[in-house]
């Protein structure tokens, strides 16, 4: 069956350090792969997607994410979080007629 | 500006009342869907719909009806049946991929409470 994991419900980071969220898929092909993000209150805005080509995808807001066939995963990074970053980040991966999505991972920064 | 308008943004309504909540998009897209979202929650499926006049049950559509009778509009209404329906709503519509659904565009959402 088609899923998506998001082990780490709850992550906090320092501001200024680096963020690493983890996603793993259960996928019969090669999927399409999304990032989302979500302030308290709003709708979701897309960070990044993949498609295809280059496994190392580009995003809005100083994100970058890795699609890793072999593991199955798809991990977001910043190499140095803001204090605007806090707020709820889900992975999901494009099925047949719908995305799937993980539970999602809330983003705590500290000063 | 093309995008997903949901209205109306708050709604209060008290018990065994049926409500409905809008959602109309301009971006030409086949796909629309209703998420429900609770607090801490990530996002559970209502319906939703690949064409016109043609709609699915996703995975918490019990309370819930929704029409699919315009392209651009996909409204939900809440239905007395429903048990818990104080949450937050999302409306998306995506555009489908050789591959699989595409990229989700989302409203800002409705936040429902029952009295």
């Known amino acids: 069956a088609q899923s998506v994991t998001q082990p780490d419900i709850h992550i906090t980071v320092s501001e200024g350090a680096s963020l690493e969220l983890r996603c793993n898929y259960s996928?019969?092909?090669?999927?399409?792969l999304f990032w989302y993000v979500q302030s308290p209150g709003q709708g979701l805005q897309l960070l990044l997607k993949y498609f295809s080509g280059d496994t190392l995808v580009q995003g809005i807001k100083g994100f970058e994410a890795e699609f890793k066939r072999s593991q199955s995963s798809f991990n977001l990074r910043k190499p140095s979080v803001h204090w605007s970053d806090a707020a709820e980040y889900f992975c999901a991966v494009g099925g047949t007629d719908k995305l799937i999505f993980g539970t999602g991972t809330r983003l705590q920064v500290f000063p | 500006d093309g995008g997903i308008t949901q209205s109306p943004k708050y709604l209060f309504r008290k018990e065994g009342q049926n409500v409905t909540l809008s959602c109309e998009q301009n971006l030409n897209h086949d796909a629309m869907y209703w998420y429900r979202q609770d607090p801490g929650q990530g996002l559970r499926l209502i319906y939703y719909?690949?064409?016109?006049?043609?709609?699915q049950k996703g995975d918490i559509a019990e309370g819930y009806s929704v029409s699919r009778e315009k392209k651009e509009s996909f409204p939900l209404t809440v239905t007395s049946a429903q048990k818990n329906p104080t949450a937050f709503y999302l409306c998306a519509s995506s555009i489908r991929g050789a591959r699989g659904t595409g990229e989700l565009f989302f409203g800002e959402g409705s936040r429902l409470t029952v009295l």
């Open positions: 719909s690949q064409i016109v006049n043609d709609f």
């Open positions: 996928y019969g092909a090669t999927p399409y």
